[in-house]
Each structure stands twice: as C-alpha cells, then as structure tokens.
C-alpha cells in the first residue's frame, strides 16, 4: 500500500473501495470524521492502530460511518422523531462498528453494532470494514431499521430485500456526495448515471473474493452492480438461490431489482436537474440528496403489505408531487416501469390520481414521548406449520397484511399486471426459503427430524426460533 501522509485534521482512507486485487488503488486524504456527536452518533471499537493498513482501514470506516449518517440524519421525518433522529432503541446512543468481529467474507448488523469480518483469500487479507460501500451498506441497514423498526421482523422476502437494497442504495448515495468521485464518475460515464461506473460496482474487493471461492456467486467486476436491467418477478415464484446472474427470491439476489431501478431513477433526476445545460458536479450533488429525501418520505409512509416494492416506488412519485411538485416524476415512473415493480398503467394512474385520494390515507397515530413513530406500517401475527420442518408446532410469525395505500401493481412478465400474492401466502413462503437455506437457528430441544439440520455447516443463522411463552415464534437475529 502506498503511505499518503496525514496531518492533524486530515486522515488517509479508501476512496470508494480498496478494489480488486490487483489493484491501483491508493489512499486519499479527508477531514477526520467526528465520532460519537449526535444526532446519530456512530464509533469505531479500539484505539487507531499503530500501522498504516490497519489506520487507513479505521479511518476509511469512521470516515463512512459519518458521511453515511451525515446523508440521514437531517431527513428523519420530524412526526416520526419529535425529539430528533435516533438509532433503534435496541441499539444504544452509538452505532458502534467492530472491524476486527472473526473470520468471513461477510459483515452484519445485527441491532447491536454493526460487525465487520475478515479472511485470506488467494494471497490477499480481505477486510470487509476497509470498503466504504459495505461500510455505508451496513449502516444503511442501522438507519432503516430505525426508520422502519417493524420491518426487522417481517416475514417477506420482498421487505428482507428492499432492507439489503436500501444498504445499496445508501452507498450509491453517500458516494455522491463525494466531489472527487462524483467528477469521477461523470468522466467514466458521461453524465449516464445508469452506466456501470465505480458508483454503481459496490464492493469490488469483497465480490473479487467471493468470486475466488465460489465463481458464480458475484457480479464479475463486484459485488452486486446497481446498474443492471433485472425486471421484477414475484419472488414467491423464484428458487431460493441462483447464481448472480440469474434471480432468486434471496434478499440480496432480489435486491438488485430495486436498486437497479432506483439508479436508473437518479440517472433521469440527473438529466431533469440538468435541463438543457450540462451535467456537473452541482447536477449530480442535487439529485442525490433530492434522491435520499424522496426515498426517506417513501419509506417511512409504506405500510407491510405483499406487493411492497410497487408500494415503495407509489409512494416515492407521491413524494415527489408532494416535495418537488412533480418535478421527477416522469424519471420515477420511466424507472420502475423499466424495471417491472410497477405496470405502465399503475406508473400512469398514480399520476391521474386514480389510485388513491385523501380519505384512503392512513390515519395519523399518537405518538409516545420518545418513541420512534410511523404511519400505516405494522405487520400481523399468523401461523405456519412448523411440522414440515420438524417442529413440533406452529410457528408464529410477522406477515405483511396490511391494506395497500395505492392500488397498484407489478408487471407481468409480458404484459399486463401480476396478481398480488396473499400475505399469508408470502410469510409462508418466506419461512420455507429460510429453512431450505440453512438459515434458521433451532434450539436443541426443537431438532428433530428436518430441524434437526440447522446446525450441520457454518452458514449464518439470519433468524432463529424461539419461545416467547405462548408457543415458538420466527425472529431475526441480523442483517448480513
């Protein structure tokens, strides 16, 4: 690694990522992050380390952890956080971030801190907390679930990849507002934000070692690339798992249909702040916080309901007729028709109006001193069968059941809209998705039969199933 010399206000780290080895990446210099100042206060475990590699990967964290929340914390909806922008209760005054937590190509958050792992891979020591994008995408995790407590439990593969693809969005976003990069990347793009740049390739290192142990399971030049032309299909009727360049109902494989449509939708915000004039550096600073604020209105006015990625992308034209009096809309709805979330007949009558009007709104709830606060968003308790699994009863669960704000729909795969699935039906097929992953921990007393293969291999246990007193519940147990 080449040494870059710090001074007292100014520290080396990873510009957007350490990259592929091998890489000719160096450090940069930026001000020294201010860590454990509200509101959103966030930390780095441990003392700087004494060594170059291990200060630049502490700095390049803290650096993303503050830019990250930086992006948020003016955003939190003041109905919803009268006192001001909080992490989820759960997890304290400081998100703190441990960059040493063992040995995996992963990183988690888990209503703790957040967890960053390491592992030697083909010669080269991958460290998942020295990537801004992971760093920024784990933290984009801590910021929804303190937006959106409820969707921690839900029982939906659709929610469990919106929440991974609001990591990868907010490390789209929290890399705009980088003006070095954003020049970057209007160079390697032209101003085509919805091209493949080093935007939109998120944690090129990490995906270079995944792609080392299992060749199949990452984008070749990434992780996961936000710029893609993946179209929607309702992951109840997707495998569980495929390789990276097909779709499955996976959260993160499932992610990248969203993601790809939201950059798409920064890329047609960025030609409509341009107008007839260039696109610059102040062009694309403007979508991209335009861009965070209308995803922030979106989020946290979308109810638990089944069909929740048609949902979000209703609620975001919404904001926009409301924030921007319509000023993105057509970008918005040129984006997610794109993408197949919603049908050209459902982009076009959120727009006439036709889906909704004043007296379908969710009514306004009281909000408890102190206490996080959102519209329209819970989801209901219901049972599936734990007997398939090897459990000896019902397993009770969070379902997205609630009543649509906007009558909307996905896009059939030729044409026409998709019927939406029962929200009992998509917990259903939820929980068996888990089961057939491996990714439910079962305590001893439990494994019997199917159950009783839980703890067979080393995949990470996302949920596990537990005893509240009145029979055995699914529960989250991390994001990774």
Known sequence: MTTVHEVEDEVSVWEDDPGAPPSTRTPVLRARPALRTAPLAVDVQGTVPPDTEGAVRYWTAAEALGRTVALYAPLFPADNFPNGATWNPAVGEVLVADLNAGVDLNAYYDRGGLAFF??????????????????????????????????????????AAFHESFGDMTAVLAGLRLATLREQVIGETGGELSRSSRLSRLAEQLGWAVRQLAPSSADPDCLRNASNELFYRDPVTLPPSAPASQLSSEPHSFSRVFTGAFLRSLAGMVHTVAGTGQIDD?????????????????????????????????????????????????????????????????????????????????????????????????TSEVAVSGRPYGLPDDLTVRAPVESPRFSVAPAAPSRGELAT???????????????????????????????????????LRTHEVANNGAGLVLMRRVFD
């Open 118 to 159: 390491r592992q030697h891979v083909s010669g080269v020591t991958v460290w998942s907390g020295e990537s801004p994008d992971i760093v920024s995408h784990e933290t984009g995790h801590a910021i929804l679930d303190a937006l959106c407590p409820w969707m921690w439990d839900a029982a939906s593969a659709e929610i």
């Open 421 to 459: 699935t029962p929200g009992e039906d998509v917990a259903a097929a939820f929980v068996e998705d888990l089961f057939r992953q491996g990714r439910v921990a079962v305590p001893r007393e439990y494994q019997r039969g199917f159950a009783a293969a839980s703890g067979v291999d080393g995949t």
């Open 282 to 378: 102040d062009v694309l600073r403007t979508a991209g916080e335009d861009a965070a604020t209308l995803l922030v209105m979106a989020v946290t006015d979308t109810a638990a309901v089944p069909s929740y990625y048609a949902q979000v992308a209703a609620h975001l034209i919404e904001a926009d007729q409301e924030k921007f009096a319509g000023k993105y809309t057509a970008a918005l709805q040129a984006a997610f028709v794109r993408h197949g979330i919603l049908s050209p007949a459902s982009a076009e009558a959120i727009v006439d109006g036709a889906t909704a009007d004043d007296d379908d709104k969710p009514a306004e709830r009281s909000i408890a001193p102190g206490v996080p606060h959102q519209r329209g968003a819970s």
